[in-house]
């Protein structure tokens, strides 16, 4: 794709800017400007790889060994997890909506100068083992950044039962000084330790080893505070019951071919969908939304 750029300033007070670009390893890629902000989309999972507002660090983690090639997915920002969230048997993890090359089909923006871009997941042989779906995807990057995903089943006899995710990886100073909150009395699924039930007691979760978290029926705001960074992370959703935590720290961190030794110091994912008993059921016709805000502000 050679370089193309658009003002889509038309009916808006402030210009927002988007540029048509061959991002890394040749793989179409879209860079949003707008008066507060910066991000980066490839067409490559429908991926976000970078949000940084004007007067802070980037929000989004985004790793340096990251693949950047068709049927790979990328290590760092806003991996899109869709028909499912996970291993499944036979088939790769984490579904294939992040390794498929999404179409665009439309930018927009608002009279405030804020810019959407919408996706949607082109049919492949892959969804064949489900009924016919439409799964669209909008980012709107602002002052925060907006996702959200619309998973319609076109069915006409057949419910669509699905896993959904926006794998967020956050960009923090030191994982072991942040703390992350919202999620007390909360039941998770302890995948380092099999699966195991259990039930958060803290409201400052703190990371100190690996920790990998299926936090079932949480649909309120989660937060991460991060005094190295200097900033208050937020994330807003809707239409999501699960939330998942995630770091791998160090012996996980080593086995990643596409993630560094030490980054795990750097990041941490806190993810959010509607996963294992969250899953969703679409009735024939029927569609499904999930939105998320991040939004971040300067610690007091
Ligand atoms: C998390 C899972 O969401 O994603 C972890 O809970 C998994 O178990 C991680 O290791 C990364 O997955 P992947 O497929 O991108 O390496």
């Known amino acids: 794709m050679s370089e193309k750029t658009a003002q889509i300033n038309a009916g808006s007070e402030f210009p927002g800017r988007v540029a048509f670009l061959d991002g890394r390893?040749?793989?179409?890629?879209?860079?949003?400007?707008?008066?507060?902000?910066?991000?980066e989309i490839y067409l490559h999972g429908a991926h976000v790889t970078h949000f940084k507002r004007k007067d802070e660090s980037p929000l989004?983690?985004?790793?340096?060994?990251?693949?950047f090639a068709e049927d790979n997915p990328i290590r760092g920002g806003v991996p899109v997890i869709?028909?499912?969230?996970?291993?499944?048997?036979?088939?790769?993890?984490?579904g294939f909506a992040r390794v498929k090359s999404?179409?665009?089909?439309?930018?927009?923006?608002?009279?405030?100068?804020?810019?959407?871009?919408?996706?949607?997941?082109?049919?492949?042989?892959?969804?064949?083992?489900?009924?016919?779906?439409a799964a669209d995807y909008v980012v709107t990057v602002s002052q925060s950044l907006a996702l959200h995903l619309i998973i319609t089943n076109l069915s006409k006899d057949r419910d669509f039962v699905f896993e959904n995710c926006l794998h967020t990886y956050f960009a923090v100073g030191d994982?072991?000084?942040?703390?992350?909150?919202?999620?007390q009395g909360m039941n998770y699924l302890d995948k380092v330790t099999s699966f195991l039930?259990?039930?958060?007691?803290?409201?400052?979760?703190?990371i100190a080893s690996e920790v990998d978290r299926i936090?079932?029926?949480?649909t309120g705001t989660v937060e991460i505070k991060d005094p190295r960074l200097g900033r208050r992370i937020r994330i807003d959703k809707e239409g999501s019951a699960s939330t998942v935590v995630w770091n791998p720290w160090v012996a996980k961190s080593q086995q990643m071919s596409d993630f560094g030794n030490e980054e795990y110091e750097q990041m941490v994912c806190v993810e959010s969908g509607n996963v294992a008993?969250?899953?969703?059921?679409?009735?024939p016709g029927a569609s499904s939304s999930l939105k998320v805000i991040l939004s971040s502000e300067t610690l007091k």
């Open 215 to 218: 936090y079932l029926n949480t």
């Open 102 to 133: 999404w179409e665009l089909k439309e930018f927009a923006s608002a009279p405030d100068g804020s810019v959407s871009v919408r996706f949607r997941l082109p049919e492949s042989p892959d969804a064949a083992a489900f009924p016919p779906f």
């Open 25 to 39: 390893g040749d793989l179409p890629m879209i860079e949003v400007s707008t008066r507060w902000s910066n991000a």
């Open 60 to 67: 989004l983690f985004l790793s340096q060994c990251s693949r």
């Open 197 to 206: 039930e259990k039930t958060e007691t803290s409201d400052a979760i703190r």
């Open 175 to 183: 994982v072991t000084a942040i703390s992350i909150s919202g999620l």
């Open 277 to 283: 008993s969250n899953s969703l059921t679409l009735a």
């Open 82 to 94: 869709f028909p499912w969230f996970g291993p499944r048997e036979g088939l790769g993890q984490h």
